[in-house]
């Protein structure tokens, strides 16, 4: 079965705070792609990074990290140094193989940045 | 580049009724998905389009759903005798692919639909 976890649902952080994102993904496929993206109260889904399965690098942009594992299938997403404008829904999501190019979305980590 | 366009954004409607949401992809793509959306949930896939052609739809798209894209340019998603359970955002998105290569999909603001 394909499917993404995000286990954290709320995570409530003080300007200025690092904070860390989990996902956790599932698929019997070697090759699929990783996303995340970020909702803010707008509602537009913004795109954020994509990774496929065969690039294990973390990658950084900016305040934001990544941090791919696939001994422990896992896609953590990290902002340094938070902001209010951080202020979002993060959704990690999955393409797999033969999915027709379909993303598998989790349930997403609502993520609050205080002044 | 305007992006993604859907519309209406908002539509309240009674039981019963039926609704259609327009979305306009990005110009030089050529794949289109819909997706729907429910309060504290990640989106769903429903269907996808490459061009015009419909390669798959959900289990969750019901008879009462059809959707089109004619001549690969806009897509229109059709809810028929709409029922509460229907409730949720309805998001379109758009990409660039060839075969198992995967762009990045840009999704539209979504059109809200609230069945009485």
């Known amino acids: 079965a394909q499917k993404v976890t995000q286990a954290q649902t709320e995570i409530s952080v003080v300007e200025k705070e690092d904070v860390t994102l989990d996902c956790v993904y599932e698929?019997?496929?070697?090759?699929?792609?990783l996303f995340w993206y970020k909702q803010p109260p707008s509602g537009e889904l913004v795109f954020l990074i994509r990774r496929n399965s065969f690039d294990e690098q973390n990658e950084i942009s900016g305040r934001y990290s990544w941090n791919f594992q696939k001994s422990t299938s896992s896609f953590n997403f990290t902002i340094t140094a938070s902001q209010v404008v951080d202020s979002a829904v993060y959704f990690c999501a999955l393409i797999f193989s033969g999915g027709y190019n379909k993303l598998i979305f989790g349930a997403g980590t609502r993520l609050a940045v205080h002044p | 580049d305007t992006g993604v366009s859907q519309n209406p954004r908002h539509k309240i409607t009674k039981r019963g009724q039926n609704v259609t949401f327009r979305c306009d992809p990005i110009?030089?793509?050529?794949?289109l998905y819909w997706y729907r959306q429910t309060l504290g949930q990640g989106p769903e896939f429903l269907t996808y389009f490459q061009n015009e052609a419909q390669l798959e739809k959900s289990r969750l798209l019901s008879d009462r759903f059809s959707a089109e894209r004619p001549k690969g340019s806009f897509s229109t998603l059709e809810i028929q005798r709409t029922e509460q359970g229907d409730s949720a955002m309805y998001l379109c998105?758009?990409?660039f692919g060839q075969g198992e290569n995967t762009g990045e999909l840009f999704f539209g603001e979504g059109s809200r639909l609230t069945v009485l």
């Open positions: 110009s030089e793509h050529n794949r």
């Open positions: 998105a758009s990409s």
């Open positions: 698929t019997r496929d070697t090759t699929y792609y």
